[in-house]
């Protein structure tokens, strides 16, 4: 073992940081559906990078196949070593088609739009995403990442996620998108309590005005959320009634997704829904 090649060659007085990792990482996580190609004047942007940094981490992440570059228009996009992870963990985990499933039949159910996310870092990633059957429907894109404080998923998995979670949260900045997003440790430990008295989190505009979501958690191996299955309403459309329905229909998707992650759900929340779900 001692003779075998080192697969990061080491670098007289180049050092292997965390930080350079984490900036890496923060490169990979701007591309999404909306957005799958950037220019390195982009990157650099949205990141906060310098122009040579930005350039140097792109050559490397082209390097080991983590993204490539167009000649023509010399943006860059997801590599194919990205794809060759997401097959590797599909077929190891086998989520994704269930995943699909599980949120066609909520849908079909709410006739609202459903998405499902798992915790990313400090933040929440939709996995998956379902339309809603109606012409006036929220569009959520799948593979977006969203700070948990101003959504419903977020909340959801704020409240049941575990102190560490919530710790990591509350000791970040927290941005505002609407007018009633919380902005205070104490408004969100109060969303926090509603959400664990009654099994579901709310989300009224928090995140978009216009937007109406209810979550329930996703649990994990050891009883913590790892995610959240949730729908999203035009606030518009949302009624007391309308918001039951969609709070039983979300919290059996969850219980189902938890199975579906061989999760281990908390005696507690099974007691606490069970009224609901009857």
């Not at 900036?23 to 040579?52: C, H, N, Q, V, Y």
């Amino acid at each position: 073992m001692d003779d075998a090649p080192l697969l990061f060659p080491r670098a007289p007085g180049k050092g292997f940081t965390v930080r350079t990792v984490a900036k890496a990482l923060t490169i990979l996580d701007l591309f999404t559906e909306e957005t799958p190609s950037l220019r390195l004047a982009d990157i650099a942007e949205r990141t906060g990078l310098d122009r040579s940094t930005a350039y140097r981490m792109l050559q490397t992440l082209c390097e080991f196949g983590y993204l490539d570059q167009s000649e023509e228009t010399k943006k860059y996009r997801l590599g194919a070593t990205v794809v060759r992870l997401a097959r590797t963990r599909d077929a190891v985990v086998q989520t994704g088609d269930l995943y699909h499933d599980l949120l066609r039949r909520l849908t079909q159910e709410t006739q609202e739009t459903s998405h499902a996310s798992h915790l990313a870092g400090y933040q929440i990633a939709t996995i998956a995403a379902c339309p809603g059957l109606h012409n006036n429907r929220v569009f959520v894109e799948a593979g977006g990442r969203l700070e948990p404080h101003a959504t419903a998923s977020g909340i959801a998995c704020l409240a049941y996620a575990g102190p560490a979670f919530l710790e990591r949260a509350l000791a970040r900045p927290l941005t505002s998108f609407a007018e009633n997003t919380p902005m205070t440790p104490e408004d969100l430990m109060a969303a926090l309590t509603a959400t664990r008295k009654r099994g579901y989190s709310t989300a009224p505009g928090t995140f978009d005005p216009e937007v109406y979501g209810v979550a329930a958690p996703i649990f994990g191996a050891k009883g913590l959320a790892v995610g959240a299955v949730a729908v999203a309403t035009p606030f518009s459309r949302m009624t007391p009634e309308l918001e039951r329905h969609i709070a039983r229909c979300t919290i059996a998707a969850g219980l189902e997704a938890s199975r579906v992650e061989a999760g281990v759900v908390p005696e507690s929340y099974l007691e606490l829904t069970r009224t609901i779900l009857e």
